[in-house]
């Protein structure tokens, strides 16, 4: 599917977000749209949907407002007879009828069917969204979109809570795919991975490249030190006009001075110098107002210091000590013992649905193991972000949940919160109301207060553009605490210093301390080599 979408301006709330939009897409190209926190990004995403909604699906990032449906509710809604129909199935025998009529069994075989590709298990489909992690409901979300079949997929942050494996699919599906795809993603390698052309939007308009975001991001970091240079040389251009100004006013005011009204000479020479300097000035002022090059823009929150708290002087943050913990989906957890010790950073990683979320649980005291003992200091003062943003009271605008806090004035609220990008009007909406990546804002902004000793991080950087992911890193690096994090994004790993740890097996294991396998299947071969030459009676036999 071909089309083209223009707006100028682009201002969905009555509020101007991007002066001047500008979209062609040809049919097939795999696009993503990547641009900072807070530009209008979902907004965008929404209106295309508005506009061609006959022909295309738009699949949401946030599924808060369906969390009390099941995921095959949620998927056969879809069509939104069938699911009505469905609804009155329990206790109305016609409603029976028509729901097999219409086939909807056969919908639901459908989606059983897709769902094991994403490896969703029908115990899984029967659950409300609101039990599932993050990455069950990612999937979810993406078999509704598949389902869809429409001949434009429209996927806001597709990638968001999936592991390796998961993203590895999601990108083969969409490679396989001849369908018109428009994305938005911070996902370095899924970008590079899927994309046949990135646009960048920003506050000014939106830009269109062909290639990966390696491409991308070439050209961008050059036409960016371009626009800066060429800034500079106009500054500098300005400013020597405006000395050259103030020169000649100096000049005028000394030969002022020293010329009397009867010299012609000198009044001629006045007159040039007033002349010059209107001249100067007219320059001046036209490249001041004329000027075609604009300062490169910042990006999004400003750097901000996690403070961690009091000192802390136990040995161990934590210790597992022979923990195991089942519930209804069955066993999470089968005899683990780990210890996060003082000075130590841990990385947490493992498939989707192996227990990372439950994990966190477990060390906050959310919930208790079935059985073993966890050992947690007493003077361990924990902060948590949470991946389904779940510690945020919905209800509450940013501004009144930090006047909870203890101590906490209008004042200070409002310049913590002006400091992570939340403007007047954020600042006064209610928190269901904010996109995903102003409650993740709103979370670290808590996460600031917190000053804790240990910082668990789930997923932190999810609903952050990339400037803002490398700001989040630096504030990791300076946080004088320690933190558990836990993510699936491989550049985000690569830029943790971190004992790793990972989960496999129901158990959790801590990569510093696991054995060399290798190391051992060759000392065991080799062993079982020697055995070849003992006998009976435990001597080595000989060539004699």
């Known amino acids: 599917m071909s089309f083209y979408y223009a707006q ?3 201002e969905p709330y009555g509020k101007v977000l991007i002066e001047h939009v500008n979209i062609s897409i040809e049919d097939g190209e795999h696009v993503v749209i990547i641009g900072n926190n807070g530009v209008g990004k979902t907004s965008l995403l929404e209106k295309i949907y508005a506009t061609y909604s006959d022909e295309a699906y738009y699949m949401e990032q946030d599924l808060t407002n369906y969390r009390e449906l099941t995921a095959m509710d949620y998927i056969i809604s879809l069509n939104p007879v069938l699911y009505q129909i469905r609804t009155k199935m329990s206790d109305d025998l016609n409603a029976l009828a028509k729901y097999i009529e219409l086939d909807g069994y056969g919908f639901e075989q459908k989606i059983v069917t897709q769902a094991k590709q994403f490896k969703i298990t029908e115990d899984s489909l029967a659950k409300p969204l609101k039990q599932l992690s993050g990455g069950e409901q990612t999937r979810i979300a993406i078999i509704r979109a598949i389902l869809s079949r429409q001949t434009m997929l429209l996927l806001d942050e597709p990638t968001n809570h999936l592991d390796d494996n998961m993203v590895n699919d999601l990108c083969r599906f969409i490679n396989n795919s001849t369908q018109t795809i428009i994305m938005i993603s911070h996902h370095r390698g899924f ?3 899927v994309a046949t052309h990135i646009i960048d939007v920003n506050n000014k308009g939106t830009t269109k490249y062909e290639g990966s975001y390696d491409d991308y991001k070439a050209i961008s970091d050059l036409a960016i030190k371009s626009q800066n240079n060429a800034y500079i040389k106009q500054q500098q251009q300005i400013k020597q006009l405006e000395k050259n100004i103030q020169r000649v006013k100096q000049w005028h005011a000394s030969s002022s001075a020293q010329t ?9 020479k006045l007159s040039k110098l007033i002349k010059r300097a209107k001249t100067k000035e007219t320059q001046t002022q036209h490249l001041i107002e004329n000027k075609n090059v604009t300062k490169p823009t910042s990006n999004n929150i400003a750097q901000i210091k996690l403070n961690n708290g009091q000192q802390f002087n136990n040995r161990n943050l934590f210790q597992f000590q022979q923990v195991c913990y089942q519930n209804e989906q069955g066993t999470i957890f089968d005899h683990v013992d780990i210890t996060m010790k003082k000075g130590e950073n841990v990385l947490l990683t493992g498939p989707n649905g ?3 979320s439950m994990l966190v649980k477990l ?10 003992k966890i050992n947690i200091s007493p003077s361990l003062e ?6 389904q943003n779940y510690n945020l009271n919905f209800e509450l605008t940013p501004m009144e949940m930090l006047l909870e806090l203890p101590n906490m004035t209008r004042s200070s609220a409002q ?3 002006n400091a992570f990008n939340f403007d007047h009007d954020s600042l006064f909406n209610k928190i269901s109301n904010l996109s995903m990546g102003e409650k993740s804002r709103l979370q670290f902004v808590l996460l600031y207060f917190a000053q804790p000793h240990l910082l668990i991080l789930d997923e932190p950087t999810n609903y952050f553009d990339i400037h803002t992911q490398e700001l989040i890193m630096e504030m990791l690096k300076e946080f004088g605490g320690q933190v558990l994090l836990i993510t699936h994004d491989e550049y985000l790993k690569s830029k943790f210093d971190a004992t790793q740890w990972y989960i496999k097996n129901r158990k959790i294991i801590n990569s510093a301390l696991k054995p060399k396998l290798d190391d051992d299947v060759d000392s065991t071969l080799s062993l079982l080599e020697d055995f070849k030459h003992i006998d009976e009676f435990g001597h080595y036999q000989t060539d004699d």
């Open 260 to 268: 009397s009204v009867r010299d012609p000479i000198g009044q001629k």
């Open 8 to 10: 100028k301006p682009f």
């Open 354 to 356: 192996s227990g990372k």
């Open 363 to 372: 060390i906050t005291g959310l919930v208790q193991p079935t059985s073993g």
């Open 415 to 417: 310049t913590i919160l």
């Open 382 to 387: 924990i902060a948590y972000f949470d991946q």
């Open 191 to 193: 970008i590079n991975n």
